[in-house]
């Protein structure tokens, strides 16, 4: 993938970002933050990290995507009305600032592919030279992934998982408690006459 191409995905990143925070409605925010998942993945494959763009596709846009919609379905579409004041003003300068801070500490990154940048002159020079040799494994970040660095994947996956265990228990508790009666009505009584729902 060409330099351009990704300053292209980060601009795309930056804007999604910025749109799935404004959203007033959580489907198009949860909608737009599947997008980002997405564009980051592309970034992962163009560095040739194959594995880790697959993972972010799956768990990022797919299986965290479902668990908002479920959250959303159990709760309500509309984010609350939000406050107007000094903090809006101090979230949006430290943002700023922050941004300043990251694009100022890129600029002393080295190139990409340069042989004599940091990353390239420790063990992962080891795990180039043995990797197929040890795991018979053509991808070095599925070697790295899946041999390697095994347990820290096992760890990874159990953290997921966790989490997903998590949000469906809460999802499930939310909606028994909406839900006292067994009746299937599960928008909080804010139905109208006609089974409509209530502007809020």
Known sequence: MIVPLDVIIFTVLIITAVLALAARDLLAAVALLSAYSLFASLLFAGVAAVDVALVEAALGAGLTGLLFILAILA?????????????RWVVGGVTVVFLAVML????GLPDRGDPQAPAQLGVSQTYLRNSMADTETPNVVTSLLADYR?????????????????????????????DPGGD?????GNSGPDGGEVPR
């Open 75 to 87: 709760t309500t579409r509309h984010a609350a009305d939000r406050r107007a004041g000094v903090s």
């Open 150 to 178: 095994s347990g820290d994947t096992l760890g990874e996956t159990m953290v997921i998982l966790t989490a997903a265990l998590a949000a469906g228990l809460v999802l499930v508790r939310r909606l028994d408690t909406d």
């Open 184 to 188: 299937g009505d599960t928008d909080g």
């Open 104 to 107: 100022y500490a890129s600029t």
